[in-house]
């Protein structure tokens, strides 16, 4: 896949929002498979269709990556931060930057999940860090079971953009990590796969919105209150947490 040469979280299209040096893609069966991001929410609103989208069980080539490739794709990512002028970490911190911070691997905290659609899309603005609206709707949402309990994330799509990218979605969350290890407006995920609807959700590769790095510019959309996480995400990006920084 194409490297990132121009990715922040200014308005921008939603492929655009994704974090540098972006992996290879998963691995899949029919061969093609489209990058997705989403914002996420349980409790989500709407009526979504069960049976007229997508495969009942997800595809055999649908797999994770492994630690390994993980661990790549984060050394690919710091090299970028601190190589290349789309950088979101601010010049002045650059002499001193030795690398993001992430919680281990993690295995336990990967799932496959479907993307349950709704028949007609659910209008919800998102407020940004700088407190700007942007028209946003939910299009569905993604369930899975963690430690004997379901959880779901509702799925988004950013409409300030134009139509040929409005096929992107958008996901953020927040858990009980948020404010205390990891930063305070959430973290950002990606979906990847697309075959009948089936996605990997894998929160080794959460990211943190390029605002939380201290630069200026950005307008990154923040977590809806209904998207808190009931548990402790140790997964992804984690640290620099500002605490005397309003963030939420």
């Not at 096929?167 to 009948?196: S, W």
């Not at 959460?206 to 009931?230: D, F, H, I, M, V």
Request: with cysteine; aromatic share 10%; charged share 25%.
């Amino acid at each position: 896949m194409v490297p990132m040469t121009e990715v922040d979280n200014r308005l921008r299209a939603p492929g655009e929002l994704r974090p540098p040096g972006r992996r290879r893609p998963l691995r899949a069966s029919a061969g093609a498979l489209t990058l997705a991001l989403l914002a996420g929410a349980a409790g989500c609103t709407g009526s979504a269709s069960e049976s007229s989208r997508g495969l009942s069980e997800p595809p055999s080539g649908l797999e994770f990556l492994s630690e390994e490739e993980v661990l790549a794709y984060r050394a690919e990512r710091d090299e970028w931060c601190r190589n290349d002028p789309e950088s979101p970490i601010p010049r002045q911190a650059l002499a001193s930057f030795e690398g993001l911070e992430y919680y281990p691997f993690n295995p336990d905290l990967r799932f496959k999940v479907r993307l349950e659609r709704y028949d007609d899309p659910v209008p919800q603005p998102l407020i940004t860090t700088t407190g700007e609206v942007r028209p946003a709707v939910k299009l569905g949402w993604v369930g899975w079971s963690f430690r004997g309990q379901h959880h779901r994330l509702a799925v988004y799509q950013l409409r300030d953009l134009s139509a040929e990218v409005w096929g992107d979605m958008f996901l953020a969350f927040v858990d009980e990590t948020t404010g205390r290890e990891t930063y305070g407006a959430g973290r950002y995920l990606e979906l990847e796969g697309g075959q009948g609807d089936w996605y990997v959700l894998d929160f080794n590769m959460a990211y943190y919105p390029y605002c939380a790095y201290g630069g200026s510019g950005y307008r990154c959309p923040k977590t809806p209150p209904e998207n808190r996480l009931p548990f402790a995400v140790h997964a992804g990006e984690r640290g620099g947490v500002d605490h005397e920084r309003p963030t939420g």
